[in-house]
């Protein structure tokens, strides 16, 4: 009968702190990409519930262009909501902010009515659910950077190159 002991270390919130303070100091870059990749994972744990709310007009668009992306400023960020612009839907900004009041043409001709917001991104963004899950999912992928080998890995490749 072969009798063993078995060991389980459990390492508190303040020991993960540690372990991020010196990725942060040894290797800042490393540190940078992973807060970037973990922020980028919960901004797409909001995206889908998001998408669930956002009115569906005849072609669905709107759902469709609601996405998570990397931050352009103030990195390690993510964002997620309407993509705008050139491939986007121009008038996204118009079904969340609603067009405000009733407005006529200079000749009185023509009235334009206003249109009330939808504002399903607020909506989506203050329950707390869908919030603790985007907060779980950055503390997931921070975890398994420190304890998965071929995730480490991945974050650590560079597009110019294997750097470390």
């Not at 009185?108 to 919030?131: E, L, W």
């Not at 899950?133 to 294997?162: C, H, M, Q, W």
């Given at each position: 009968m072969?009798?063993g002991v078995?060991f ?5 919130k303040?020991?993960?702190?540690l372990r991020?303070?010196f990725l942060?100091g040894?290797n800042p870059t490393?540190f940078?990409r992973?807060?970037?990749?973990a922020a980028?994972n ?7 519930p998001m998408r669930?709310k956002?009115?569906?007009g ?7 262009k609601i996405i ?19 491939n986007g839907v121009?008038y996204?900004w ?16 023509f009235?334009?009515k206003g249109v009330?917001?939808?504002?399903f991104?607020?909506?989506v963004?203050?329950q ?9 999912s950055y503390?997931k992928?921070?975890?398994a950077y ?8 991945t974050i650590l490749?560079?597009?110019?190159g294997?750097?470390?």
């Amino acid at each position: 009968m072969a009798a063993g002991v078995q060991f389980e270390v459990v390492a508190d919130k303040n020991f993960d702190q540690l372990r991020l303070g010196f990725l942060k100091g040894s290797n800042p870059t490393a540190f940078k990409r992973l807060m970037s990749f973990a922020a980028l994972n919960a901004a797409r744990t909001l995206q889908k519930p998001m998408r669930d709310k956002a009115p569906k007009g005849e072609t669905g668009k709107l759902r469709k262009k609601i996405i998570a992306r990397k931050a352009r400023f103030n990195n390690p960020a993510a964002v997620v909501g309407i993509k705008g612009g050139r491939n986007g839907v121009f008038y996204g900004w118009l079904v969340v902010g609603g067009s405000g009041t009733r407005r006529t043409t200079p000749n009185g001709t023509f009235t334009v009515k206003g249109v009330k917001g939808r504002p399903f991104v607020d909506q989506v963004v203050k329950q707390a659910s869908n919030i603790d899950r985007a907060v779980e999912s950055y503390s997931k992928t921070v975890a398994a950077y420190f304890n998965d080998e071929p995730f480490r890995n991945t974050i650590l490749k560079f597009k110019r190159g294997n750097q470390r």
